[in-house]
């Protein structure tokens, strides 16, 4: 049944279910993990009621079986994709991001207090090169 589809046809139907596949994977993974996260200036949480969550785990392994049937009788390859680009790729984007927050860039946002630039600045250029640095640590593991 692979003749089915031509190439462009495939590429979209593997992105889709492989989109899927991911997002499905990841719920699963917070309905078994812990109900919350914390961190220094967020905190993430499930609040799903613990009786709720085998019902929806089922469904989820209900989806994957589809995408197991539909990816093996289209043919549908698995595509490798290194956890470490993509964490790179996140890291440059956080890079950009902290570029922006400079006291210099916040003006956008209104006034400016004088004392903003030496307490925040510092710290930002400091994450900054921090982010790239180890961003840059992830693309050498792939690159060789």
């Given amino acids: 049944m692979s003749d089915m589809l031509n190439t462009p046809q495939r590429s979209s139907v593997a992105i889709a279910l492989r ?8 719920a699963d993974a917070a309905l078994q993990g812990p109900a919350e996260e914390q961190g220094i200036l967020y905190r993430r949480t499930m609040r799903l009621p613990m009786e709720k969550r085998p019902a929806i785990r089922q469904q989820i392994a209900l989806a994957l079986t589809e995408i197991a049937e539909v990816a093996q009788q289209l043919g549908l390859a698995v595509q490798e994709d290194p956890l470490e680009s993509d964490i790179a790729a996140e890291l440059s984007l956080d890079w950009a991001g902290l570029c922006d927050v400079r006291s210099a860039k916040l003006k956008r946002y209104g006034a400016v207090d004088v004392r903003l630039a030496e307490a ?17 640590q992830f693309k050498r593991s792939t690159a060789g």
Avoid: G, W
């Avoid at 989109?19 to 990841?26: M, Q, S």
């Avoid at 510092?122 to 840059?136: C, K, T």
């Fill in 120 to 136: 925040l600045d510092p710290h930002i250029e400091r994450l900054a090169d921090l982010a790239l640095a180890i961003a840059s």
């Fill in 19 to 26: 989109a899927f596949e991911k997002a499905l994977r990841r």
